[in-house]
């Protein structure tokens, strides 16, 4: 059974900051969220966690692998090397939704993300050890069949663009809707799901509700492990078996499932 550890990372009181003492220049905040984005991608990835920008000024984080004294740890250097710092409220759950839910709870009860003294938040639940290793997370590599064939050789990039954000829209919708799961573009024409335990027939639905809706044809691989790492890393092969065998949904998962 999965049982997900999502971690909400929130940059605090970070609307006043950026108008303050008047409005910084756009060029610098993308500099500082992108670089901040970054920094937490080696932080958690280093611990087998993936994190995802979402708006960037809140990123959610699969952190099955991480414990409080990890999260501790990346918050303090956060402060220590950023004019920002971050609060982190962390959730668990058997499905992902469940988990960034309670996780979300955390921030939103201890106050507002625009409260200048609501600052580095550290709340929530970790998986305990048993909990920590078992194969937990359930991660789905979506990418477009033939984006390059289809999409960027041919039309113009704009196009290209709507197109892949259409999918993406259509795709977590449904997703977090019929699934409890939550998807995230993750650049190119990828999209990754981290999702409950879901049967096959679930990604076929999924991949046939977004080819109908907006007409983007997915495929999908889908891998278990007990982080983000080995889920995601056992998804890219199952993604790999579908280009191999012309198939639309591969799963790779462990032999006890
Ligand atoms: N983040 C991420 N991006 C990827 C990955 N693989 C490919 N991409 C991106 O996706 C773009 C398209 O690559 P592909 O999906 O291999 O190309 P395609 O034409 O759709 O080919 P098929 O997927 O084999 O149908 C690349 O230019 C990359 O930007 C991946 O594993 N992760």
Same mark, same amino acid.
């Given at each position: 059974?999965?049982?997900?550890?999502?971690?909400?990372?929130?940059? @605090?009181?970070?609307?006043?900051?950026?108008?303050?003492?008047?409005?910084?220049?756009? &060029?610098?905040?993308?500099?500082?969220?992108?670089?901040?984005?970054? @920094?937490?991608?080696?932080?958690?990835?280093?611990?087998?966690?993936?994190?995802?920008?979402?708006?960037?000024?809140?990123?959610?984080?699969?952190?099955?692998?991480? @414990?409080?004294?990890?999260?501790?740890?990346?918050?303090?250097?956060?402060?220590?090397?950023?004019?920002?710092?971050?609060?982190?409220?962390?959730?668990?759950?058997?499905?992902?939704?469940?988990?960034?839910?309670?996780?979300?709870?955390?921030?939103?009860?201890?106050?507002?993300?625009?409260?200048?003294?609501?600052?580095?938040?550290?709340?929530?639940?970790?998986?305990?050890?048993?909990?920590?290793?078992?194969?937990?997370?359930?991660?789905?590599?979506?990418?477009?069949?033939?984006?390059?064939?289809?999409?960027?050789?041919? &039309?113009?990039?704009?196009?290209?663009?709507?197109?892949?954000?259409?999918?993406?829209?259509?795709?977590?919708?449904?997703?977090?809707?019929?699934?409890?799961?939550?998807?995230?573009?993750?650049?190119?024409?990828?999209?990754?799901?981290?999702?409950?335990?879901?049967?096959?027939?679930?990604?076929?639905?999924?991949? &046939?509700?977004?080819?109908?809706?907006?007409?983007?044809?997915?495929?999908?691989?889908?891998?278990?492990?007990?982080?983000?790492?080995?889920?995601?890393?056992?998804?890219?092969?199952?993604?790999?078996?579908?280009?191999?065998?012309?198939?639309?949904?591969?799963?790779?998962?462990?032999?006890?499932?």
């Amino acid at each position: 059974m999965t049982r997900t550890q999502i971690t909400l990372v929130q940059i @605090d009181n970070y609307g006043p900051w950026t108008v303050t003492p008047e409005p910084r220049r756009e &060029v610098d905040l993308q500099t500082l969220q992108s670089r901040l984005y970054a @920094d937490l991608c080696q932080q958690i990835g280093r611990e087998g966690g993936y994190v995802f920008f979402a708006r960037f000024d809140n990123m959610i984080a699969v952190t099955n692998g991480l @414990d409080w004294a990890d999260h501790e740890l990346i918050q303090e250097s956060i402060a220590n090397r950023y004019p920002v710092s971050v609060s982190m409220g962390i959730g668990t759950g058997t499905t992902p939704q469940e988990a960034l839910a309670e996780a979300t709870g955390v921030l939103q009860t201890a106050g507002s993300a625009q409260d200048g003294t609501r600052t580095e938040i550290l709340g929530g639940d970790v998986l305990d050890e048993d909990e920590r290793a078992a194969k937990g997370v359930q991660v789905a590599h979506f990418d477009v069949i033939d984006v390059t064939g289809t999409y960027t050789d041919r &039309v113009d990039a704009f196009e290209t663009f709507i197109a892949i954000e259409q999918g993406y829209a259509a795709l977590m919708r449904y997703m977090y809707g019929q699934h409890d799961s939550l998807s995230f573009f993750v650049g190119g024409d990828n999209v990754i799901a981290v999702c409950p335990d879901l049967p096959a027939s679930a990604y076929e639905d999924a991949i &046939v509700h977004v080819s109908g809706e907006v007409g983007v044809d997915l495929q999908v691989g889908v891998g278990r492990g007990a982080s983000a790492h080995d889920a995601g890393m056992a998804a890219k092969h199952a993604l790999e078996e579908c280009r191999h065998n012309g198939t639309r949904v591969e799963r790779a998962l462990p032999a006890d499932d």
